[in-house]
């Protein structure tokens, strides 16, 4: 039984209380934030949608699942006490991993970590344990994942509601991203896959990247992920990198600034895409 299974078969018949919260009207949703090839701008994507989803009422927390190498606290300029590493050592509390950025926007950063498969075996105990509910008052939560088919990557896949696979329009990403797109459905043929394409050069290119994702999907998977939008190349976003500060508060009328709003925008909107999924099986944590 893998370790996804298991914890699921955990929290199953273990409803947690509902936490009242008046700002805060619908279900929590899980979004993690992936690729098949490392560097396509995937902690770039998640702090900066979060920054956007934020300015529109949205209360979001990141968590940055990239263990060992995340480096989401690094583009904030902010330099956490705690981490999701100690938190599941058992080190700290959530609330103590939880630093708060800006408003609305939360971020449990990511920590060290020696070797890459402890994270569940530890992790397994104390997300069950402890105080998950307390996530309840985020309208979103975004993990944020290293690159790759690796165990870990795949089970904060399967644990989301919505899947966010980055793409370049590089062959060598789309191929990446494919081979993820197929590992992740011959896993779970109930998973949402939403396809971004960053460093876009056009819109139009941007679609064409997803079609073509979309097409050997349909052909060779039977299975159609849905082309959630585009992000520009833009030379802001490394400006904004290198002063460690979201490129949406650093540049706001940048172009990359422009359509990871219109992101954020399909995002919200895209809610309601396909209303029997809710399969992600954290996601029956924030069940009210
Ligand atoms: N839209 C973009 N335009 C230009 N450069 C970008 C864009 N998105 C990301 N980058 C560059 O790619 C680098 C890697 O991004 P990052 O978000 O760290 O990727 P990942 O998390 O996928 O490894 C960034 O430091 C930045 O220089
Ligand atoms: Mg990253």
Redesign the pocket.
Known sequence: MDQAQKLRELVRGKPFNTVQNSNKKSETEIITIT?GK??????????NLACSLAENEKKVLIIDV?IGLG?TDL?LGVYPKFSLMQFLKGDCSLDQAIMNIYDNVDLIAGGELSTDDSLLSKGDKNLITTNLEKLRVYDYVIF?T??GISSNVTYFCLAADRVLV?TTPEPTAITDAYALIKSLYNQSNEVQIEIVV??ASTEHEGKLTGKKLITVSKKFLSQQPIYLGF????????NA?RKQVPYVKEYPSSP?SKSVCKLAANLTGNQNINPKKRVGFLASLFKR
């Not at 490392?38 to 702090?47: A, E, H, M």
């Not at 992000?231 to 490394?238: G, P």
């Open positions: 690729s490392g560097g396509v701008g995937k902690s770039n994507t998640s702090v990239d480096n583009l944020d290293g690159a980055l960053n460093k992000i520009l190349e833009d030379k802001a976003v490394t990198v990359a």
